[in-house]
């Protein structure tokens, strides 16, 4: 069965450090890999999805097969970054897991 | 971008009352919403995957004659809660996929049974 993990359920930097926020899978198949962010009172969007290997607000994500993760990561930290992370997996089919979050907290 | 809604909300019930929730795609069309539960302080479970013009598939562990979802159209599906007790009482969200399999979640729904 797929399995998304998450092994950090708070992170805090400060403004202008490096920040990776970590994330594994299991599946035995090549899944699809996304990160969501929900920032405060706003509803989950989408952050970035491995297959189109773009950089949106500064954040990046490489798939990692040999090590089964898809970190998410930032090289400079804004306050503005502050919010609660879910990396996901999908199986291009019905399938979709979500891991269980992690809430990123940029200190000024 | 693309939008997706969800009504009402929040809602409050009595216990052994049924509750509507609507997910809508505003501006595209959906074949494919999925139904999200979330718990205090964990992460969102899929609770099913409904597809226009067929029944929908529930996870394992979710009795699908308590949350009937129907998706009548390409733009609207809905989950009621049947007989809602005090222990469905969570937040409820949508995702509509499109056609670039992209998903786009509604803004979730507060639902407390007393």
């Known amino acids: 069965a797929q399995r998304v993990t998450q092994p950090e359920k708070l992170l805090s930097v400060f403004k202008g450090a490096p920040v990776e926020l970590k994330c594994n899978y299991s599946?035995?198949?090549?899944?699809?890999l996304f990160w969501y962010v929900q920032y405060s009172r706003q509803r989950l969007q989408l952050l970035l999805r491995?297959?189109s290997r773009e950089s949106i607000k500064g954040f990046t994500a490489d798939l990692n097969k040999g090590e089964t993760s898809f970190h998410l990561k930032k090289p400079f930290a804004q306050e503005e970054d502050s919010a609660m992370y879910y990396c996901?997996?999908?199986?291009?089919?019905?399938?979709?897991?979500f891991g269980p979050g992690t809430r990123l907290s940029v200190l000024p | 971008g693309a939008v997706v809604s969800q009504h009402p909300s929040w809602v409050i019930c009595k216990s052994g009352t049924s509750v509507k929730i609507e997910c809508r795609s505003l501006?595209?069309?959906?074949?494919?919403m999925f139904w999200y539960r979330q718990f205090p302080k964990q992460s969102l479970m899929l609770m099913a995957t409904?597809?226009?013009?067929?029944?929908?598939?529930?996870e394992q562990g979710v009795e699908k004659d308590k949350f009937l979802i129907n998706h009548a159209s390409l733009t609207l599906s809905t989950l009621t809660v049947t007989s809602a007790h005090p222990e469905d009482s969570s937040f409820y969200i949508c995702?509509?996929?499109?056609?670039?399999?992209?998903?786009?979640f509604g803004p979730g729904t507060r639902l407390l049974v007393l």
């Open positions: 995702s509509a996929r499109d056609q670039s399999e992209t998903q786009y």
């Open positions: 599946y035995s198949g090549s899944p699809e």
């Open positions: 491995h297959i």
């Open positions: 996901a997996l999908s199986d291009y089919g019905q399938n979709f897991v």
């Open positions: 501006d595209f069309q959906a074949t494919t």
């Open positions: 409904s597809n226009e013009g067929s029944k929908a598939t529930y």
